[in-house]
Each structure stands twice: as structure tokens, then as C-alpha cells.
């Protein structure tokens, strides 16, 4: 497609299940990041993958948090045992380039997950 | 860890007015970007800045990258009710296996009633 993709848009769990948050990148962009938006806040970094390697998580909040981009292109961000704090909306973002990344980010609409 | 400071946290404006907004860290970064974001959608980029002392226009948009490296402003021209939402500043250091963005907490435009 021609934006970043993410699926599902809108998601309700109750306390204790376990989500999966899908994103689909622009085709082609080597770089991929997760970011988790509380409600009147900016962006939080959580994770950042190039290609399939992922080479930065350390803004992933526990190890509830778990992603993955095992071909390069599509990302899960899996969320174990959600509890209420989890509540926000999961952004994803793509780059083109990779080692010489410019911050320059293209950003789906996110997932908005609301734990009950 | 690092941190942005957005001000102001919210304004609003009359349509034909000139914005100005800010953006300061305690910290240095390589690259400043300035993103929008509508309700319910993805921040959007609107200009990033790449070399300290660097202003970049694009159309209405002005923006600075200081010289010290730890702000940055945008100002907008003539604004318009499209101009409504939050506007995010991010700072960036590339290299290595840090790709992330460090985001503001915004600065919300809406129209004055």
C-alpha cells in the first residue's frame, strides 16, 4: 500500500489477555518503530528494527512487551498479561534508510488499545 | 533520560495570525523535526533540520534549528483552520543502533472561538 498499515485500529482487552498489534510498512523501508502515545503525551519510543534485526529495545516498558520482524517487513508488537496502564495508542513507523537513519518517519494511524 | 520541552502547551488562533512555537532540551541532537498530528491519526512530517543555525521553509512553515543544538522553533504565517492540531517537536541522533525519536509533549492549536 502506499502508508503504513496497522491492524487492528481499535482494540478492548480486559485486564490479563494477551493482544497482538500488527503494523505493514511502506514497501521498501529498511527501518520500522514502535511508539506508544498516552493520552495528551508525545510519542514514546519503544522499539526500532532494520530489516529483520532488531537493534534497539529499550524503550519497551517490560517483558510483557515483545516484538518482532521476522522477514523484514511486517512487525507484531505482542503485549502479554495487558494490564490497565498498557492503555494507549500504539504507533508504528517506517523509514527508508536504515544505517543513515534521518528521523525522517512515516507514521500509520496506530492502534488505540484500551484495557478494562 | 532526555527530555523535550514544548511551549507553549496550547494556543489558539484567529485565522490570518502568525504562530510561534518552541521547543528546548537539556541535551544536544544531530537532527530537529517538527511533525503534525490530526485526531486520530500519525504524526506527519512537516520540516526537519539537519545543521545547527540551519532555517527551512516550507510554504507557510518556517523553522530554526539553534545554534547550540538543544532547541528549535517553528512559526507559521498567516494561519488557517487547517493549521488545527498538535504539533510535535522530535530530536534525533543517527547512527549506531539508535534510530529513535525523542518527542515533545506538543503544542496544541486550536481555533479561537
Known amino acids: 500500500g502506499a502508508g503504513v498499515s496497522q491492524s487492528p485500529r481499535y482494540k478492548v482487552a480486559k485486564r490479563g489477555q494477551d493482544v497482538a498489534l500488527r503494523c505493514d510498512p511502506i514497501s521498501g523501508h529498511v527501518s520500522l518503530f514502535w511508539y506508544q502515545q498516552a493520552l495528551g503525551q508525545g510519542p514514546e519510543f519503544l522499539t526500532y528494527?532494520?530489516?529483520?534485526?532488531?537493534?534497539?529495545k529499550s524503550g519497551l516498558p517490560s517483558d510483557r512487551f515483545f516484538a518482532e520482524r521476522p522477514e523484514g517487513s511486517v512487525s507484531t508488537l505482542k503485549i502479554q498479561r495487558t494490564q490497565q496502564e498498557d492503555s494507549a495508542v500504539y504507533l508504528c513507523?517506517?523509514?527508508?534508510?536504515?544505517?543513515?537513519?534521518?528521523?525522517?518517519?512515516?507514521f500509520g494511524e496506530g492502534s488505540r488499545l484500551t484495557v478494562l | 533520560g532526555q527530555q523535550l520541552n514544548q511551549s507553549p502547551q496550547s494556543m489558539f488562533i484567529q485565522e490570518g495570525e502568525d504562530v510561534s512555537m518552541n521547543c528546548t532540551s537539556s541535551?544536544?541532537?544531530?537532527?530537529w523535526l517538527w511533525y503534525k498530528q490530526d485526531p486520530g491519526e500519525g504524526p506527519v512530517l512537516l520540516i526537519a533540520?539537519?545543521?545547527?543555525?540551519e532555517l527551512t521553509s516550507n510554504g507557510r512553515l518556517t523553522a530554526q534549528f539553534g545554534i547550540t543544538r538543544k532547541d528549535s522553533f517553528l512559526n507559521i504565517s498567516a494561519s488557517i483552520p487547517s493549521d488545527v492540531g498538535i504539533y510535535f517537536c522530535?530530536?534525533?541522533?543517527?547512527?549506531?543502533?539508535?534510530?529513535?525519536?525523542?518527542f515533545g509533549k506538543g503544542t496544541k492549536l486550536s481555533v479561537k472561538p
Open positions: 541535551s544536544i541532537f544531530n537532527t
Open positions: 528494527f532494520q530489516n529483520e534485526a532488531q537493534l534497539d
Open positions: 522530535a530530536g534525533h541522533n543517527y547512527g549506531g543502533s539508535q534510530g529513535n525519536l525523542i
Open positions: 513507523a517506517s523509514s527508508l534508510r536504515g544505517a543513515v537513519n534521518t528521523g525522517e518517519l512515516f
Open positions: 533540520l539537519y545543521k545547527a543555525g
